[in-house]
């Protein structure tokens, strides 16, 4: 009568299966098509959102909302230094400016399975995400979370200065375990089937190729990592065993001769190397015992990238501190390191991979751990430029182009996040993330 | 997005133009979705000369003047912006409908006490910064108010995981014995402690409780200590082999005995203990009881000076230690005392562990603070073997 068109939920609810058993019968189409968001008519395998009626009503009786953006306080907030913990602050800081771990925990997807939940790590680090991100200006005392990772990593315990990249993976590892609510024992089980959030996001393939010089059969094993530790320049092993001043542009980092950049020790971490004669394997094709090389890539990219450069080495007598500038890119494209690009990288090029326009392999910068006295971190909100150092408490504003002081810094740890998340085939999860 | 009836061209069978209840300044400019075609008059035009040259035989168009021409092209324009448009018109007019048009909007007056500050002299939040010096929280092991700086140290000790902690905790022990604690609430205690340690870990729980053997002389130990005599509940627990009848032994062995060992017989066994001059089970009042009774009242009680101890005494460091032990500030004795405490153990005490021997030592020294004594006779600060020095007040002086 009104000529309005109108909605109803019922006739909706037919269309949805109706539209999802088509999907079913169409499968092939939509790995063409995930990259379009929805093909008319076939139906939408990944859904917006919809709010149901209670969520419309519990949404409008409460109208104020919180924005997460770049010229608000939400989400920053200080830590308090309970005693030499700023390595550990340094860490709790980059972890909770992580987008999807952010996400996960806002909204609020932790099921605790844990026997006694006042134990639980990943409990405390749900609460620790909605007092960092409550707007509370106070600094948050984070002892709970010291308590917990003393008793469940006992190797860390100890009132003394310690490394923040033993405490993430330490931190991770304890997070890995409690989100499968076993405290011990299962967690060793089978790594690579672990669906934790933690192996979700922070889980990668680093794919070993060992190639026999003889018979040229490859052996390839894939081992699940954190993080990729990058040796630098200035160490006791030697830096460059190709020819320098190559094209190292390729992140669009600045390439000044002399300056190393990210780019150029992740290709030295990805060369295929010549393993001596006095590391002699016996090949598994030819049976016999020959020299070999070895080459390590990337078999597949974890959703957030941890690089940590090996600034300190052991030597017999001293700890000594590489402080060697290594300039990284606030942009990161990983696919000249990805096992896929091996081949080039056999023949000694470097796949440039501007043209291609597949963002699948592109990383962005959104956290820098830096080692000086006391340790520091630099986080970078979603899309603008401005970055936030904190120390043990306070948040200070970064001066005017302050991206570039980031940069500028001598950089231990450095957090990328991918910049395009893909579905996975097997599961309807949805996650759609912009380029942050 | 729904299908479009595609029957645009002529005039029949069409939609009607939608009634769209708000105007175009409403929209805000996040909803416009990214792929509209980009339209523009000539193409229109185009497609109307292409599908007049191709089709539309039966009209012949070259008839046509001009604004009839530029009519119909006006109309194609009109249904290919309705064609971009509608689907997305649908979206928002839905959304409307549906009620989560405007979820997202965060009203102003929320966002503006969390816009960032950027002064000088103040942090982002726009506080003067260094005001939070006096934070405190509460620790979860023993539930006391912790300075926050100060959290992390407390919290080692607090868990037992300090370098000091071991020795602070025996200590503990050692004075709560001596004051005549029940056996079961140092169980208790024990026990308290075992939790700490067996958090969400069996294997470490089972790890501790296995080092609670049953027969170790700490354990045995601990029901020693009741009243300072041998209680009489586990007596298989006692070694006996520790203690010498002194029926058997003739005046000279008993005085040579007795310049070397504690002698205190016991109420149970009426043997003689043959620990060391400075046992802790019995208390020198009875060593010189013994010793009177044995040798006569010209009987002194050895120095500790012998050969068996390296300890040594200084004058002002048994003042300063005196002061401390009375004070009974368990917790705040140097790391050096548990330095020297080690070089004893290896005096051949004869019984259970090192580590129990090390508490030993420990529990003579609170047990010097009980007595009152203003000697340095457990003064066992110096690492090296130090010569006795010579004018040292006997504790027994101040005893008597």
């Not at chain 1, 002699?280 to 080459?295: H, N, R, V, W």
């Not at chain 1, 006295?373 to 001066?399: L, Q």
Request: aromatic share 8%.
């Amino acid at each position: 009568m009104c000529k309005d068109y109108v909605y109803d939920r019922d006739i909706e609810q037919i269309a949805k299966e109706e539209q999802g058993s088509f999907e079913i019968t169409a499968s092939t189409s939509t790995e063409v098509s995930h990259q379009q968001y929805s093909v008319p008519g076939l139906g939408e395998k990944y859904p917006t959102w919809e709010t149901t009626k209670p969520e419309l009503e519990l949404l409008g009786h409460n109208p104020r909302r919180r924005r997460i953006a770049s010229s608000f306080t939400i989400g920053l907030r200080g830590l308090i230094n309970l005693g030499n913990t700023c390595f550990m602050n340094c860490i709790v800081q980059a972890l909770t400016h992580t987008p999807i771990l952010r996400d996960f925990f806002l909204s609020d997807r932790h099921r605790c399975e844990m026997p006694s939940p006042e134990l639980c790590l990943v409990c405390e680090m749900s609460s620790l995400f909605r007092e960092l991100y409550s707007g509370n200006p106070s600094p948050h005392v984070p002892y709970k979370l010291l308590h917990l990772v003393w008793i469940h990593a006992r190797h860390l315990a100890g009132y003394r200065q310690q490394d923040a990249h033993e405490f993430l993976i330490a931190a991770l590892d304890v997070l890995h375990r409690h989100c499968k609510g076993d405290d011990a024992g299962k967690a060793a089980s089978n790594p690579n089937h672990c669906n934790c959030i933690i192996d979700q996001i922070f889980t990668g393939g680093l794919q070993s190729d060992v190639t026999c010089q003889a018979c040229h059969g490859v052996s390839t094993t894939i081992d699940p990592c954190w993080d990729i530790s990058l040796d630098l320049p200035g160490s006791c092993t030697s830096f460059w065993p190709m020819s320098p001043g190559r094209e190292s542009s390729v992140n669009g980092e600045s390439h000044i001769p002399g300056i190393t950049t990210l780019t150029d020790c992740l290709r030295r971490f990805t060369r295929p190397e010549h393993l001596g004669s006095s590391a002699k394997i016996k090949c598994g094709s030819c049976q016999s015992y020959q020299e070999s090389t070895k080459q390590l890539t990337m078999n597949k990219l974890p959703v957030v990238a941890c690089f940590h450069f090996k600034r300190f080495e052991h030597s017999a007598k001293q700890r000594r501190k590489i402080t060697t500038y290594i300039s990284f890119p606030l942009e990161l494209d990983m696919t000249p390191f990805m096992a896929s690009s091996k081949e080039s990288r056999m023949n000694g090029q470097l796949q440039l991979p501007t043209n291609s326009g597949n963002d699948e392999n592109k990383y962005s910068l959104f956290a820098v751990v830096n080692h000086q006295e006391p340790w520091r971190v630099a986080t970078t909100p979603a899309s603008s430029g401005t970055t936030r150092t904190s120390g043990s408490s306070v948040m200070m504003p970064s001066s005017p182009r302050p991206v570039l002081r980031t940069l500028d810094s001598e950089g231990y740890l450095l957090f990328y996040h991918k910049q395009v998340l893909e579905h996975e085939s097997e599961k309807v999860k949805e996650v759609n993330t912009q380029a942050y | 997005m729904p299908p479009l009836s595609s029957g645009q061209q002529g005039g029949e069978g069409r939609w009607q133009p939608l009634e769209v209840p708000w105007t175009h300044t409403n929209i805000p400019p996040q909803c416009v979705q990214p792929c509209c075609r980009p339209l523009c008059y000539e193409q229109s035009e185009h497609r109307l000369h292409k599908s007049s040259q191709m089709k539309m035989e039966e009209m012949s168009l070259s008839g046509l003047d001009n604004s009839k021409l530029e009519a119909i092209a006006q109309e194609i324009y009109a249904d290919l912006v309705e064609d971009s448009c509608l689907g997305f018109c649908f979206e928002v007019h839905r959304a409307v409908k549906c009620g989560y048009f405007f979820l997202d909007d965060t009203d102003p007056e929320s966002m503006k006490d969390f816009e960032i500050v950027d002064q000088p002299g103040l942090d982002i939040f726009g506080q003067v910064f260094n005001q939070w010096k006096s934070k405190e929280c509460v620790c979860p092991n023993c539930s006391r108010s912790i300075a926050a700086s100060r959290f992390a140290p407390h919290l080692e000790k607090c868990l037992g995981m300090g370098r000091n902690s071991s020795r602070i905790a025996n200590r503990r022990i050692a004075n709560s014995n001596n004051m005549n604690k029940s056996e079961s609430d140092q169980e208790d205690n024990d026990d308290i402690n075992d939790n700490d340690w067996s958090y969400g870990s069996e294997k470490k729980a089972k790890k501790r409780k296995s080092d609670k053997n049953p027969n170790s002389p700490r354990r045995s130990k601990s029901l020693k200590h009741k009243n300072g005599e041998l209680s009489n509940s586990d007596p298989f627990k006692y070694n006996n082999s520790t203690g010498i009848s002194y029926e058997t032994l003739g005046p000279e062995e008993l005085r040579s005995l007795l310049t070397t060992q504690c002698g205190v017989i016991s109420e149970h066994t009426k043997k003689m203990c043959t620990r060391s001059l400075r046992c802790p089970q019995h208390t020198d009042e009875q060593r010189r009881t013994v010793r009177i009774y044995f040798l006569g009242s010209s009987a002194v009680l050895p120095e500790v000076e012998s050969s068996l101890d390296n300890d040594s005494f200084d004058m002002t460091d048994s003042q300063a230690l005196i002061s401390r032990l009375q004070w009974d500030g368990s917790s705040d004795l140097s790391p050096s005392d548990s330095g020297s405490s080690k070089t004893s153990e290896n005096q051949g005490w004869g019984l259970g562990t090192n580590s129990s021997e090390s508490r030993k030592t420990k529990k003579k020294k609170s047990h010097l603070s009980l007595v009152g004594t203003a000697s340095g006779l457990g003064s066992n600060k110096k690492k090296k073997p130090k010569p006795p020095a010579p004018p040292t007040p006997s504790i027994y002086d101040d005893i008597n």
